[in-house]
Structure formats: structure tokens, C-alpha cells
């Protein structure tokens, strides 16, 4: 699934605590970054099209239908895909390149890495 970067301020709203109702949605999102009522439905809808959200009532309540884990794995996927050809090797030696890595930071991943074998 893919979620533009106002679909994922919605979701984060959501993800943070929820259910919450789309007016509590609202005065979040005005507060934070500054939208306006009709901005912030909107994007409530399309989430709720695309499957993300899921409205209640009474009340417009609003739930999550995907996890950020989801969401986050999702993105990644489409990043590596996109950017490094679906090669995750190229993409954490790009990574590497750029960010640099601790010896624990090392040490974790090969853990990690083992773990999934």
C-alpha cells in the first residue's frame, strides 16, 4: 500500500493512539502543521479509500487497518525496487557508504541477519 506524506501524518495521528474520531484528527493536525478542517477530511477519505482507515460511527470514528510495520515495510520495499533495482545489497551498501557503521550497530545486524536465516 502506498500513502503519500499527508496520508502518513493521518496515520501517524493514529498509530500514536487510537481510535480517535476525525475532529480529534482535525485539531491535532491544525495544531501541529497547520490544517484546515476541509484539508484533513480529505485526506481521512482517501485513506479510508485506499483501505487504511476504517470509519465507525456514530461519531466518524477512525481506526487503522495497517500497522506503521506494514506501512514501513511497504515503503522500503518500493524504495529498494525503485531506487536499487529490488537489490537489497545494493541498497545497504549504498546505505553504508553514506551513514557509516558502529561495530555494535555491526555486531546487531549480523545478529539480526543470522536470525532470519
Given amino acids: 500500500m502506498k500513502l503519500f506524506d499527508s496520508e502518513l501524518k493521518v496515520m501517524e495521528v493514529l498509530w500514536e493512539q487510537e481510535p480517535k474520531s476525525a475532529k480529534e484528527i482535525v485539531d491535532i493536525l491544525s495544531e501541529r502543521i497547520g490544517w484546515n478542517k476541509n484539508t484533513t477530511y ?60 558502529s561495530e555494535d550497530d555491526a555486531a546487531r545486524l549480523t545478529q539480526m541477519i543470522k536470525d532470519a536465516k
Avoid: H, W
Wanted: charged content about 30%; proline content about 2%; some cysteine.
Fill in 42 to 101: 480529505t485526506v481521512i477519505k482517501k485513506c479510508i479509500e485506499k483501505g487504511a482507515i476504517e470509519r465507525e460511527e456514530p461519531g466518524f470514528i477512525c481506526k487503522s487497518l495497517v500497522s506503521r510495520d506494514e506501512v514501513a515495510q511497504s515503503e522500503t520495499e518500493q524504495l529498494i525496487d525503485k531506487m536499487f533495482g529490488g537489490s537489497s545489497e545494493l541498497f545497504f551498501s549504498s546505505f553504508l557508504k553514506n551513514q557509516g557503521l
